[in-house]
């Protein structure tokens, strides 16, 4: 079997894996085999003891594709790459954080300085697994067919389970993995994992190369804003991913699985992309049934990667069985219930009789045909090829209209998703009436790939980043609204840097929606909105997208005001500031330089200090000393009577001399509580 890219073990070269190293990438590395008797049995883990019992079960009932959603195939080796995620119920139970989860984390992190917010990311990062509410598991099964063996065939798959949604690692990694294993067995494992040991920590939004063997993979991490907090990860954010306009390279990464295939998912579907853009906005449940685990785990990160760079809180599953511990749950719900924000990738036909109440159903993909061996697809996507998968460009009708096509769509919609139960067919059916008009312009620009695969392949590239730009470019203006409510300031001319920064603007949803109906929704969006956007906006302030978005928002924007206000803090004159201020003015400022100075002297002393604090502590030292020469002879006899602060003065300098026009020069090394007015 052909392996992309080639991956060729030395024992002379072996590398020993380190797992504390390991598990910044990887949690643990799982065999799984199907047993006829006993059902899905773990037969490796490393390390052990990582996962509890329930997690086990978990895992294992999650990598291997739905017996249900089979068919019959009588090749003798068939191969798929998908992946699931799944909620460590040691954790609070739904979504990506409660509003109370990142409350907390962010008054925490705003109440703080930049450089203690750093230490902060730093502690947390410090145990990742403990910490990480959700786990992805990377799967490459294995289903071989042999008739000497008990119902004629045997299944076993090998599992990568991570703390962070890194398909773009995995996917091409378990590729190596995967087909080497069942080479040479559990040596595969250790090799692996002591590769993985030797790669440096993830690095958000940057481009890394990744060695293993004599292998390279080069592959682009999702940003530090698409990703949770409460993942563990240790990560710097910085204002600029705010920003209102389109990044200049398309290629870096903007929000979660930005290689996934948008246009082979949604091929059949595509008048549809904008709809199912504005049900994950404002975190509708969906529900998306596949045939095959691959399609299914594709569409759900299709769709995720849609509302890139928003940071997406909406519990998305993208392969789903009625194993997990949270399917109880839903399958108790009623008419009239309310689901929970959930998207569900599925391949069961179960679940539309179980879950036949929630409010959206998505069906994608075709079946896998009934004969010839499934390859593993040469992008690292874990799709079947295209021209396997059967999409055609026929089903794309942007131009054509005719009766029996109308006919057609109202008989779907009459049968219902049950119609599945027969016969696979891509359609949507929700209630839901969309705001945002399909851009038939965009439509116009994807390229018909022919039935070439080579070509289908390098075409779905093209349109793929057709229309990630144009859904970053609706999602980014969106968005551009709230912009005002994260503008950083730095301190006006002539002002006093050592002051506090003064607050953001506090955020009303009311006055918010009041103002933007009053100016408007922006040229860009007007175009291709209808006249009731303002309610897409209600909607989207009460959604659970919004609340964790915005307030990760607000804190990054709060540690760039600090960012800016200390750096005027290094650069201002001391001597020029207080030549303006009057008496009072200047005690205040002298009040203010102590308390930041005593602030950098802490870090330092926690270990917790950034590069320049020396230096930074230094100057401030000069600039206290500055302002305390400046003061009457009564305030300061006052404020050495502090035994820290007189310590501060006497570090600073023990004969400095400052003279300023106007005023006495002071000498602090003279000067002591018992000196004479």
Not at 96 to 115: A, F, L, M, R, W
Not at 134 to 148: A, I, P, S
Request: one cysteine or more; hydrophobic letters at 35%.
């Amino acid at each position: 079997m052909s392996r992309s890219p080639s991956f060729s073990v030395k024992s002379e070269l072996s590398v020993k894996a380190d797992p504390d190293a390991m598990q910044r990438w990887v949690l643990a590395f799982c065999i799984i085999r199907f047993d006829l008797e006993q059902g899905q049995l773990i037969e490796e883990c490393y390390p052990p003891g990582c996962l509890s019992q329930e997690e086990e079960l978990e895992v294992a009932f999650s990598s291997f594709p739905d017996s249900v959603s089979q068919h019959q195939n009588r090749s003798s080796i068939h191969d798929c790459i998908f992946f699931f995620r799944f909620q460590r119920h040691k954790h609070s139970k739904q979504g990506n954080g409660t509003s109370s989860e990142i409350s907390e984390i962010v008054d925490k992190e705003t109440s703080s300085t930049p450089e203690e917010v750093k230490s902060i990311r730093r502690s947390r990062s410090t145990d990742i697994s403990k910490s990480s509410k959700y786990l992805y598991g990377y799967v490459f099964n294995r289903q071989r067919h042999d008739e000497r063996l008990k119902r004629g065939g045997e299944q076993k798959s090998v599992v990568i389970l991570s703390h962070g949604p890194y398909s773009s690692v995995f996917r091409p990694l378990l590729q190596i993995m995967g087909p080497l294993y069942f080479d040479i067995g559990r040596k595969a494992i250790e090799h692996i994992a002591g590769y993985v040991s030797l790669w440096p920590s993830p690095v958000p939004g940057k481009l890394m190369e990744l060695p293993i063997g004599n292998a390279m993979l080069k592959v682009n991490l999702p940003p530090a804003h698409s990703l949770p907090l409460e993942s563990g990860i240790s990560y710097e954010e910085s204002a600029s991913s705010m920003a209102p306009f389109l990044p200049s390279n398309p290629s870096v990464p903007q929000g979660l699985f930005h290689d996934s295939d948008i246009f082979g998912t949604f091929r059949g579907l595509l008048l549809q992309l904008w709809l199912l853009w504005e049900l994950l906005l404002i975190g509708e449940p969906i529900l998306i049934i596949a045939p095959t685990p691959p399609q299914c785990c594709e569409a759900v990160a299709s769709l995720v990667s849609l509302v890139a760079p928003l940071l997406c809180s909406v519990d998305f599953r993208p392969y789903f069985t009625i194993h997990d511990p949270d399917f109880a749950q839903l399958n108790a719900l009623q008419e009239g219930d309310k689901y929970p924000p959930m998207v569900l990738g599925v391949t069961n036909l179960f679940f539309l009789k179980a879950l036949r109440y929630i409010p959206h159903i998505v069906s994608v993909g075709s079946p896998a045909p009934s004969s010839s061996r499934v390859t593993i697809a040469s992008r690292s996507t874990g799709r079947i090829p295209a021209k396997q998968e059967g999409f055609g460009l026929q089903q794309l009708s942007l131009k054509k209209f005719s009766p029996s096509s109308l006919f057609n769509a109202v008989k779907l919609r009459r049968d219902g998703p049950l119609c599945l139960m027969t016969e696979h067919k891509e359609a949507i059916w929700s209630t839901y009436v969309a705001t945002t008009k399909p851009d038939t312009s965009i439509l116009n620009r994807l390229i018909d790939a022919g039935m070439s695969p080579r070509v289908e392949e390098s075409m779905s590239v093209v349109n793929n980043e057709i229309l990630r730009r144009h859904f970053l470019e609706l999602t980014t203006n969106f968005l551009a609204p709230f912009g005002p409510y994260f503008r950083a300031t730095t301190p006006s001319e002539g002002s006093s840097p050592y002051a506090d920064p003064p607050p953001l603007p506090p955020f009303n949803a009311d006055d918010f929606l009041m103002s933007l109906s009053a100016r408007g929704v922006g040229k860009f969006l007007s175009k291709r909105m209808r006249s009731n956007w303002l309610d897409l906006y209600r909607r989207f302030l009460k959604g659970p997208n919004f609340l964790p978005w915005f307030q990760r928002r607000l804190s990054i924007a709060e540690n760039e005001q600090h960012r800016l206000w200390r750096q005027a803090r290094m650069k201002t004159d001391i001597h020029l500031l207080i030549t303006k201020m009057l008496e009072l003015e200047t005690v205040d400022c002298f009040n203010a330089i102590e308390r930041h100075l005593l602030g950098e002297m802490q870090l330092q002393q926690s270990g917790r200090a950034i590069s320049d604090s020396a230096a930074m502590c230094q100057k401030l030292k000069g600039d206290l000393q500055a302002v305390f020469n400046v003061l009457p002879n009564d305030m300061q006899q006052l404020l050495l009577l502090n035994p820290q602060r007189a310590a501060l003065l006497q570090g600073s300098s023990n004969s400095e001399l400052t003279k300023l026009p106007g005023r006495p020069s002071i000498q602090v090394g003279i000067v002591s509580s018992n000196s004479p007015r």
